[in-house]
C-alpha cells in the first residue's frame, strides 16, 4: 500500500475499532440492567466476543502505524448511557435495539468492504469475520424476542452512527 491507502485504510479502522468500543458499553450497560438472567448471560457474552472484535481492530490499527480516536472515553460513556437507556425499555425493546444496531454495523462493515484499499487483506479479513458475528449478534436478538423498533426511532439511530462515523475519521 502507498501512504494515502494505507491512511484511508486507518481512518477506516480507527470507525470500526470506535464501533467496537461503542458495542463494549452498550452490551455491559445492557447487561446490568437486563431482567432475565438468562439474557443478561447472553448480552455479557456477546460483550465478550466485541472484545475480540476490539482487539482485532486495535492490532489493525497498530500494523498500520494509526491511532485509535481520542474522543474513545466520550464515544464509550455515550454509548453506555444509552445502553441503560435501552436496557431500562424492558427486555423486548433492549434487544430491539441490539438487533437493529447490529444490523447496521453489518451494512457498515459491508461498505467498508468497497472502500478498503484493494491490496488491505489483512484489515478486510478482520472487516469480513467482524460482519459475520455481528449478523450472528442480530439474528440472536431476534430469537431471543426483539421487538421490531419504530422507523423513526432507526432513522435517529443512522444519523447518530452517521455523527459518530464521521467525526472518528478523523479525530
Ligand atoms: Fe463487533
Ligand atoms: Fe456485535
New binding site residues.
Given amino acids: 500500500m502507498d501512504e494515502k491507502e494505507r491512511r484511508h485504510a486507518g481512518a477506516l479502522m480507527r470507525v ?1 475499532h470506535v ?2 468500543v461503542c ?1 463494549q458499553a452498550l452490551y455491559t450497560a445492557q447487561a446490568a440492567v437486563a431482567r432475565d438472567p438468562v439474557l443478561r448471560a447472553q448480552f455479557l457474552e456477546a460483550a465478550h ?2 472484545t ?3 482487539a482485532w481492530t486495535r492490532q489493525r490499527l497498530d500494523e498500520l502505524g494509526d491511532r485509535p480516536s481520542l474522543l474513545n472515553p466520550l464515544w464509550y460513556a455515550g454509548a453506555f448511557g444509552l445502553g441503560l437507556v435501552a436496557g431500562r425499555l424492558g427486555d423486548p425493546l433492549s434487544l430491539g435495539f441490539v438487533a437493529e444496531t ?1 444490523r447496521q ?1 453489518e451494512a457498515h462493515l459491508d461498505s467498508h468492504l468497497d472502500r478498503l484499499p484493494r491490496p488491505d487483506s489483512a484489515s478486510r479479513a478482520v472487516v469480513e469475520q ?1 460482519k459475520l ?2 449478523a450472528r ?1 442480530a439474528a440472536q436478538a431476534v430469537d431471543a424476542g426483539a421487538t421490531e423498533l419504530p422507523p423513526p426511532v432507526k432513522a435517529l439511530m443512522r444519523l447518530a452512527s452517521r455523527v459518530m462515523t464521521t467525526v472518528a475519521h478523523r479525530i
Fill in positions: 470500526n464501533g467496537e458495542a466476543e466485541e475480540d472484535h476490539l447490529e454495523v467482524m458475528d455481528e449478534h
